[in-house]
């Protein structure tokens, strides 16, 4: 064991992988953070990150694709845009809503938008520009990816609880590694 533990090769090895999971582990926090902690209040660089809830906009967006969401000018919001708002009325009050922009008026002073989903027989009630968060901007493939494998109980426990297991074994390695060390230099000394 103590020739595998003090081969280079080996060292740099263990090195890029811890380093590899925790900068997976990070970013897993970071997005959970920003999206549930702060409840979508919090922008980075004006963007916000959202997760599709329901199937209303299949194909388009999946249920559990990870959506990022930017610009809220209302003036360059245009027909065929997927708009995210906080729903106001009936079904959808209190709910955050991606849906398409079908029409769009402007009375001089505020704009309303007419929105409805892809696979939905019937448009949203009027969307005023108060209550939008933005346009979608991108749906990162690997961000979707991961929100997908992180609602499945097995995708949680390999790509979270294994990685931190891992973790905690390679600093246990380093611990013991350390107190040998420790040992020996006192033995020599």
């Known amino acids: 064991m103590k020739k595998i533990m003090n081969n280079k090769a080996f060292k740099i090895i263990v090195g890029i992988l811890r380093a590899i999971i925790w900068v997976i582990a990070i970013l897993i926090v970071a997005v959970i953070l920003v999206q549930r902690v702060f409840n979508n209040k919090v922008t980075i660089s004006n963007f916000r ?9 299949v194909p388009e967006y999946e249920i559990g694709d990870v959506i990022i969401v930017g610009s809220k000018d209302y003036d360059k919001i245009k027909i065929g845009d997927d708009l995210v708002y906080m729903g106001e009325e009936k079904d959808y009050k209190g ?3 991606t849906h398409r922009v079908i029409n769009i008026n402007y009375n ?5 938008y007419k929105t409805q989903g892809i696979s ?3 448009p949203d009630p009027l969307v005023n520009q108060k209550q939008v968060y933005g346009v979608v901007k991108y749906k990162p493939v690997t961000l979707s990816l991961l929100s997908h494998i992180l609602n499945n109980s097995y995708g949680f426990y390999f ?3 294994v990685p931190i297991a891992l973790l905690i074994f390679l600093e246990i390695l380093d611990f013991i590694k ?5 040992v020996q230099n006192e033995e020599q000394g």
Request: hydrophobic share 35%; charged share 30%.
């Open 49 to 57: 990150i959202f997760t599709i809830a329901t199937g209303s906009m």
């Open 95 to 97: 709910k955050i809503i």
């Open 108 to 112: 001089g002073k505020d704009y309303t």
């Open 120 to 122: 939905n027989p019937e």
């Open 159 to 161: 790509l979270v609880f």
């Open 178 to 182: 350390e107190k040998e060390e420790k």
